[in-house]
């Protein structure tokens, strides 16, 4: 392994150990020195990656909606077959890759009030409900989805993920519910 390969490993191994401490006891609970004693390695060390608590918060932020933001909807798929893939492949790779159980309790606990407000921003940057409103009207007009408030339905609907996600963090046995259950919130006659 390379240097570059080396020093590219611990900053990551830095952020999933941050990301951790962060969830399990709180941003402002976890110091600095819990998450270099964690990696392990020495705080001036680890201040030679991030060179504070807050820059490593906003970059696992910037990770977060990055990686929220890559699911983009085609027109060619319709919204019930979408977001039944979408919740698939999320559960799937979350199943694989447990931090990102993590990151969904951390972009919820950072879009709160009391986080540092740039972490917030970057947070509240990421409009879900906006793209999900879109495809439940769009559902709404070719019937698959019930009539009623969208932004409302997207809403439930995101809150019932967020909910999925974070008991699916801390019960690291749990399984992945079927996506047909949670897309069945929206469904017309809740059937589907």
Request: proline share 4%.
């Amino acid at each position: 392994m390379t240097r570059k390969e080396q020093k590219e490993e611990r900053r990551k191994q830095i952020l999933v150990t941050a990301l951790e401490l962060f969830v399990t006891r709180g941003y402002y609970d976890t110091k600095i020195s819990d998450i270099a004693e964690a990696v392990p390695m020495s705080v001036g060390l680890l201040f030679h990656y991030f060179e504070s608590k807050e820059v490593l918060l906003h970059e696992l932020i910037k990770i977060g909606t990055k990686g929220t933001r890559a699911a983009k909807m085609t027109s060619e798929i319709p919204p019930d077959v979408f977001l039944k893939g979408f919740l698939g492949q999320m559960f799937s790779y979350a199943k694989e890759q447990p931090w990102v159980f993590q990151m969904f309790v951390l972009m919820g606990q950072t879009r709160k009030a009391g986080m540092p407000e740039e972490a917030r921003k970057i947070a509240s940057s990421l409009d879900t409900i906006s793209s999900t409103t879109r495809l439940i009207k769009e559902g709404q007009k070719s019937g698959v989805f019930r009539k009623g408030d969208a932004t409302l339905m997207a809403k439930c609907f995101w809150a019932s993920v967020q909910g999925i996600m974070e008991e699916m963090a801390l019960d690291k046995d749990m399984k992945a519910p079927d996506p047909e259950w949670i897309v069945g919130l929206l469904n017309g006659d809740g059937s589907r």
